[in-house]
């Protein structure tokens, strides 16, 4: 299916790897010029090299900390200076570390929000400006299935995620007079560098293995098993695409009935 955005500019933060770069892979194959992000160099440098080659489109890479404002709205300009507009923004960011309420101070509380909603404030702020002469738009907020369903031991992206689902739902209401559609996609349990991550901390606290902690994960899906990094592209470049134009405001779970909620 040609879903309409060859040569779309889309900029993909924190994109060197995980979900963002399956993000940023999936626009890439239908011909979508990329920016993409991310504070590791190394890594930046080899995803932005990959994806030129594998799919022959242009990717501008910047080494961007979205946690500063003005990072991040340099970034938007250096996107806007090399390819003159901004037709799609995929928010996306790495998540807060994992406890209980005890085990947060007020400290890690700002730095949760700092991370995951203050980063998207920052990139719609400057975003927006650049699509609405434009009458055209797709922004993609980046989250988590614990928006639907809260996740035990991950109060702070419990919490502050869902504060960014209810700042996608306004904006989808302020931006759709302008032809910008504003859509939120919540990722269950990928296998992910994040998610080996907080399966070798349950491991530890537990004194079982990494692997059993995710095959419990596996277990609380219908399709038992734990996605695939590449299943999360698709669903993104659809809803940046213009076969999506009446879907706005959504908040979609790709979490393999993870969550059991009815909305």
Known sequence: MDLGIKDRVALVTASSKGLGREAARALAAEGVKLSICARGKDALAKTAASLAEEFGVEVLSTTCDLTDEGQARELVQRTADRFEKIDILVANCGGPPPGAFVDHDADRWRSAV??????????????????????????????????????????????????????????????????????????????????????????????????????????????????????FGPLVAFLCSQKAGYITGTSIAIDGGFSRGLM
């Open 114 to 231: 700092d991370l995951n909603l203050m980063s998207a404030v920052y990139l719609a702020q400057a975003t927006i400006p650049l699509m609405i002469p434009k009458r055209w738009g797709r922004i993609v907020f980046s989250t988590s299935i614990s928006v639907k369903q809260p996740i035990d031991g991950l109060i702070l992206s419990n919490s502050v995620r869902a504060a960014v689902v209810g700042m996608a739902k306004t904006l989808a209401c302020e931006l759709g007079p302008h032809g910008i559609l504003v859509n939120s996609v919540c990722p269950g349990y990928f296998l992910t560098d994040r998610v080996l991550e907080l399966a070798e901390k349950n491991a530890q606290k537990s004194g079982g293995r990494p692997q059993d902690q995710i095959d419990r994960w596996a277990g609380q899906s219908v399709l038992e098993r734990v996605a695939r990094p590449e299943e």
